[in-house]
């Protein structure tokens, strides 16, 4: 093949890629509207048209592909909820699964889902622990639960995904290793309770480990961003189906609650140390299934969900920013300040991270990319003054793990935004391609990852495990 010809089907490839996370279409529609797009380009090659107009123009000439998916909805309305209601794999006419994955993925799940409900009542046999003020979660101290609560749930789910991909026994190796290196970081450090390093590793390694779960994910595919963008996509609708989760087991629990006292009979200490933690351990490995299981089917969420909350926090951030202006006043540093801070930044990121997960790629520039543009711009002016005031603040009174950690993260997310901004100008001036965007993205996904990582491993002994 020619330069030329590996770049248009590069294009078809990511177009190919885009209308499989439809849920309107099958395989077989896809397959037609390629064959129609692949014909259209021919014929407009063999009129002279260059390989990147000719695909442009062809996909023009078919319109929008949301206008399409659309005719498909309408006209097949009935295969959008049975793949809600069915379990896996790619319908039939009558709904039924032909890949043959649906049951054993079943299995899996359910199997897996019991040992990350067991693995927690497994951390009442805990026997280490820390000195503290005598707080307990399931018996087990709070600090110790805290810094374990992910390192004996994720692994199912990383399991559960391991199993689906059918991954090389190397990686299932490096997965291990990587868990068994985040519980010698969360158990053999000696933390105080009240360390600053102990909530650190509590919040960082859940991050970190999560990124293994990442590299689960993408066994099938490690080296390509498609496969890094649809972890990010992953991320995104397991959160909606673990929210969705745990509001109806909140549902469950009050009924269980009201229905037994009903009849004198008091349930909540099978509630605070059964129902509620066992259910929260196997929801993770549940959520994950039914994003495996429903492709799709939560991911046009990813558009209304950007389009609502881009504006709010863009208007948020900007009046924030004038109000800064106006008093002049200076960010008061405080240990949950600055988590504020840190957590809105993230969530920007997220709310970028979404909507590229979900733009169509071959879309021109509109509105919402500058709307985008500003939120981004918005949260790196913020970004660059609490840098400004924790290194003041470093530089007068010294460094501690957490300005330390805060230090990291807000560098590490400066970068990001500040390409990303970088990189949004240029799409709106229509001079930068979107797949620039999507690959800047999935490839800085690693420097969160060993961000997380340094803090668990690293931060405790540097700082002397205050």
């Not at 409900?117 to 307990?136: F, H, N, Q, W, Y």
Request: proline share 4%.
């Amino acid at each position: 093949m020619t330069d030329a010809q590996d770049e248009l089907e590069a294009q078809f490839a990511q177009w190919r890629h885009y209308v499989a996370r439809r849920p309107e279409l099958r395989n077989s529609d896809a397959d037609e509207l390629e064959d129609h797009l692949r014909g259209s380009v021919e014929e407009l090659l063999a009129a002279g048209l260059h390989t990147d107009e000719a695909f442009l123009v062809a996909v023009k000439r078919m319109g929008s592909l949301d206008d399409l998916t659309r005719e498909f909805a309408q006209e097949h309305s009935e295969r959008l909820w049975k793949q809600l209601v069915l379990t896996g794999g790619t319908g039939d006419t009558d709904g039924k699964a032909v890949d043959g994955r649906s049951r054993p993925d079943l299995l899996a799940m359910v199997g897996c889902a019991l040992g990350a409900a067991v693995s927690i009542k497994l951390l009442e046999l805990l026997g280490t622990r820390v000195e503290s003020d005598g707080a307990e979660v399931l018996g087990v101290d709070a600090a110790v639960f805290g810094l374990n609560f992910g390192l004996v749930v994720l692994p199912w789910l990383a399991a559960f995904l391991l199993w689906r991909r059918q991954a090389k026994r190397a990686l299932i190796g490096a997965v291990l290793a990587l868990f068994a290196l985040g519980a010698v970081a969360a158990n053999a450090f000696p933390l105080a309770a009240d360390s600053q390093s102990v909530v650190l590793t509590s919040i960082h390694l859940p991050i970190a480990l999560w990124f293994v779960i990442g590299l689960s994910y993408v066994a099938d595919d490690l080296r390509t961003p498609r496969r890094r963008m649809d972890f990010i996509r992953f991320t995104g609708e397991w959160f909606v189906y673990y929210v969705l989760i745990a509001l109806g087991g909140g549902v469950l629990t009050a009924f269980v609650a009201g229905t037994f006292q009903a009849i004198g009979i008091s349930p909540e200490d099978f509630i605070s140390r059964w129902l509620v933690p066992c259910g929260a351990a196997a929801a993770v490995v549940v959520a994950g299934w039914l994003v495996e299981a429903k492709q799709s089917v939560v991911e046009n969420i990813a558009p209304v969900l950007t389009r609502l909350f881009t504006p709010l926090f863009t208007a948020a951030l900007l009046a924030f920013l004038v109000a800064v202006v106006i008093t002049t006043a200076s960010i008061d540093l405080e240990r949950d300040t600055l988590i504020l801070f840190n957590l809105l930044l993230v969530v920007v990121l997220a709310l970028l991270l979404y909507s590229i997960s979900a733009r169509d790629p071959l879309a021109p520039p509109g509105l919402f990319d500058k709307l985008q543009l500003a939120l981004v711009v918005s949260a790196l002016a913020i970004d660059v003054l609490v840098l400004v005031a924790i290194t003041s603040r470093i530089t007068e009174y010294g460094t501690t793990p957490n300005k330390a950690a805060a230090l990291g993260e807000n560098v590490a997310l400066l970068a990001n935004l500040a390409w990303s901004a970088w990189l949004l100008v240029g799409l709106v001036r229509r001079t930068t391609p979107f797949a620039t965007l999507e690959r800047w993205q999935t490839n800085y996904l690693p420097v969160f990852a060993g961000w997380a990582w340094i803090v668990v491993l690293v931060f405790p002994p540097l700082f002397d495990y205050l």
